[in-house]
């Protein structure tokens, strides 16, 4: 009968002790990678959107029906990541919203670059549900998650010389593919006028349906301007610059006769190749009726007054 | 055996040209035509359009290169699959997209040029769809292909039409002009360097079976 020895050396004195205890970190952290591979493949969205808390309401809202989270973040412009609207929900895994940083600079007192997370806390978070208007006679509307860029722009303290804000889009191909194509000059730009930037309905948003901005729509920062096409709501901030001089932007770059500086929603000034007499509402059937400054006249015409907006469209 | 082989190449040929059909109305019963699906039907009917214009224009060039008459006998239902195309691509816009609003659909055909070039294709393309029966064809002689030329100027203007609506991304419409290019230029060019095309009466052609050439070659 063969009886068996204890080995007179502990495994313990063979294995280092670094080395097995790395070897249970490895073993815990693969399983939980496992695990949590596992879970994202039973929730409906891999990404799945982190909530934002402490969202309050705003007068500025509309109770428009909303077009659903899938519409609003399946169908949409953002070049940098494919010219089809379909492309930017496709392409989103590569525009990782973090590291991330805003530099404000330019015509201000106080020049300063932000970390993304600490620019999101500047202020109170609030819901905006706006209309949004393309200039290719799509609309939606969707409820944003932000705060007025008046807020950042305060902080900056901007100086007497400061007429113009203009934004600048990340610049970087592996995050945003599409800029590997030169169908507009890349990085996008584009420019507001102060009173513009500084009027209430102007928001910088970071969030929509109450999470954290998806990457199609623009992670992790954009503003939204309600009232003036699509466009002109530049996504994917890293830069905001005070200037003197009105600041180029990128679709009146490509067709000057075509896309203006101002771009505001106008049902009486065509676009030189179609109407924007009316709009698709994206989920409906019959084409609605485009509203002067799309339906935001009431807080903003003042700010256009004696302008001339076939010449300034 | 042979025969009835033969006999199904016709109707599958018709069945892949109605593929593309199938998959839109696939795609509008499950829901699948994306948030905005009278833009998406709007697209999907105009890019087939134009890709049976092209295929129609190429049995011409592929013919005389190859020496493989028997093409000839697809023509037709290429070009008819093209028109049945673009007449969804209008029915679409007249229906789905202005909902009868013919004060608009006009006022839509004389301002903006891209649906000027285009209703005009589709206008040109509506007499040689109508003359497209052996009947017709009999009774023109001549005329018949002096008519059909117009299907050159359609298959211009259909690409012109998609090269103007679109805002910045230029580079589909121009694959499609580089492909009419190729194909128009062909009968240019064929004309005055011979190695381009074989006779289509070569003997290579006439000692293909089933082939029976009574009637003259016509370059269209």
Redesign the interface.
Known sequence: MLIKRPSDIKSSEITPKALYLSRRRFILTASAAALGGFSTLLSDDASAAEKLGNIGKSPFSTNEKL?SF??VT??NNF?ELG?D??DPAVNAKYLTPRPWTVSVEGEVKKARTYDIDALTKLAPLEERIYRLRCV?A?SMVIPWVGFPLHALVKLAEPTGNAKFVQFVTLLDPKRMPGQK?P??QWPYIEGLRMDEAMHPLTILAIGLYGEVLPSQNGAPIRIVVPWKYGFKSIKSIVKIRFVEKQPANS?NL??PQEYGFYSNVNPEVDHP???QA?E?R??E???RKTLMFNGYAEQVADLYRGMDLKKYY | MRLTFRRAIKPAAFLICSVPLGQLLYDGLTGNLGANPIEAVTRFTGSWALIFLLLTLSVTPLRRISGWNGLIKYRRMLGLFAFFYVVLHFLTYVVLDHFFDFARIVQDIIKRPYVTVGFTSFVLLIPLAVTSTAAMIRRLGKRWQQLHRLVYIAAIGGVIHFYWLVKADIRRPLQYGAVLALLLGYRLLAKWIPFLSLPLSSKAAAARPGYKSARPANLQ
């Open positions: 077009n899938k519409d399946t169908y070049y010219t609207k379909g290719e799509w194509s169908v507009l679709w490509m067709q190749r179609w109407s009316t698709r994206i989920g059937f019959f084409r």
